[in-house]
């Protein structure tokens, strides 16, 4: 079983910053995944971001590229999405997933494991 934590949401205005940490525990394995999707109202679910455990491959939905950073932390089993130049577009319930495989995907049925969400806001 593997458990994920989020923390970091908030509201910010338009140009501003925000951080997601997401902490990842459990039988997690070595070689995972772990991807950001996001959720605005009345939207399906959508990919923003992942990257590789191993190796730190990423990658980027293009409307958040050169805007949003993913990262991670082996040590703390932890991956991080720094957001920069936030848009009132990006206001989402944003959510950490983990797949047990070492192939990035970016589609909502390719994580078994989610968080329970942290709620971002950019106001304009």
């Known amino acids: 079983q593997v458990q994920l934590v989020e923390s970091g949401g908030g509201l910010v205005q338009a140009g501003g910053s925000l951080r997601l940490s997401c902490a990842a525990s459990g039988r997690t394995g070595s070689s995972y995944v772990m991807g950001w999707f996001r959720q605005a109202p009345g939207k399906q679910r959508e990919f923003v971001a992942a990257i590789k455990r191993r190796g730190g491959n990423t990658f980027y939905e293009d409307s958040v590229k050169g805007r949003f950073t993913i990262s991670r932390d082996n040590a703390k089993n932890t991956v991080y999405l720094q957001m920069n130049g936030l848009k009132p577009e990006d206001t989402a319930v944003y959510s950490c997933?983990?797949?047990?495989?070492?192939?990035?995907?970016?589609?909502?049925?390719?994580?078994?494991?989610w968080g329970q969400g942290t709620q971002v806001t950019v106001s304009s």
């Open positions: 997933a983990l797949r047990t495989n070492s192939i990035i995907s970016t589609i909502v049925s390719g994580y078994y494991y």
